[in-house]
């Protein structure tokens, strides 16, 4: 056996800038996933980011569903990879299974549990988020985009507007179809209410709580009075309009890879009362690396 010779990297001629498709940068496309979905697959086709310069890493559950959900999975990947047009495949695909039971989600339990179940959730999908991005983030990624298995629609420009902003992390307002029976028509509502601004009283909450407590956005029993970008976006605002965050939401997001190189990560317990990609937010903010939003950029999620 002779040992191969070492593969150097120079991280400092992988470039990150506002313009990766003239730089021809590398894109980590990132999803946990616990349902397949033919409409994020179908969008995920429709990116017009060159296909060849973007991997994707999934993570599913060992579950009943999980399984069901890799078949399928693979079965789309075969099909785009293997016989679909060439321009459609993605330069390479990992697939991971969680080696860890998720939690049980219990529906009707009294509030204060339901509050409890939720951060054990959150904890589980952080930790499945910092096995996807740790065995997959390579030297030659330049960002990572988060995209969850349910947002089955979002512009074909998505990579290259995001990055245009050149900032650390940015976050698309996650929005929802639905069909208004009031106007009798097809309507949309703010569904991603992770991404916000501090407030105050959110301050005020987490000083009187315990090191293992954490904040969670939504809940009467804990107003935090933060705002939303979910309740930012304006009709007739501009798209390219940016706000400064302090906590993020993972439905979209794209982030620069230094900065989870950095060690900003998800996480899995309490950090500043702060939990999975709300913590992560938090992190790259102690890192030095600001989060924005997008508040009139909007992707969708499915409906169930
Ligand atoms: P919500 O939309 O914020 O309520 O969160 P979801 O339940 O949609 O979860 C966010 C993302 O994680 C989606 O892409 C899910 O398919 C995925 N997901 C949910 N639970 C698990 C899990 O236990 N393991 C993994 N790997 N992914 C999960
Ligand atoms: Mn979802």
């Known amino acids: 056996y002779k040992a191969p010779p070492v593969a150097h990297y120079n991280l400092n001629n992988v470039t990150i800038t506002s313009n990766p498709l003239e730089a021809r940068e590398n894109i980590l496309l990132l999803t946990p996933m616990a349902r397949f979905y033919q409409g994020y697959w179908d969008n995920l086709l429709k990116l017009s980011y060159p296909h060849e310069l973007i991997t994707l890493g999934f993570i599913l559950p060992k579950t009943k569903e999980g399984n069901m959900a890799t078949t399928e999975l693979q079965r789309q990947i075969a099909k785009t990879q293997k016989s679909g047009p060439e321009k459609d495949r993605f330069k390479s695909i990992i697939i991971l299974r969680q080696d860890f039971e998720p939690p049980i989600q219990s529906q009707d339990e009294a509030e204060r549990h339901k509050m409890q179940n939720q951060k054990k959730r959150r904890a589980a999908m952080a930790k499945a988020r910092n096995s996807l991005l740790f065995t997959t983030l390579g030297p030659a990624t330049s960002w990572v ?54 407030s105050e009283a959110a301050q005020d909450l987490a000083k009187k ?35 400064p965050l302090d906590g993020v939401g993972g439905a979209a997001l794209l982030v620069k890879a230094d900065v989870h190189r950095d060690g900003a990560m998800f996480p899995p317990f309490s950090f500043y009362h702060l939990i999975e990609t709300e913590g992560f937010a938090k992190m790259a903010k102690r890192l030095g690396w600001q989060p924005f939003g997008l508040p009139n950029y909007k992707v969708y999620h499915y409906n169930e």
């Not at 990055?163 to 028509?185: G, L, M, T, W």
């Not at 976006?233 to 940016?242: F, N, Q, S, V």
């Open 145 to 198: 985009l988060w995209l969850d298995a349910d947002v089955i629609e979002t512009p074909p420009t998505l990579i290259q507007d995001l990055a245009s902003h050149d900032k650390p992390v940015i976050a698309p307002n996650c929005f929802q179809r639905f069909y208004n029976e009031e106007k009798k028509a097809m309507d949309e509502r703010p569904y991603d209410f992770n991404n916000w601004q501090d």
């Open 209 to 243: 709580m315990g090191p293992d407590d954490i904040l969670l956005e939504g809940y009467r029993e804990l107003p935090t009075y933060r705002a939303l970008m979910a309740y930012m976006h304006k009709p007739d605002g501009l798209r390219a309009e940016t706000v």
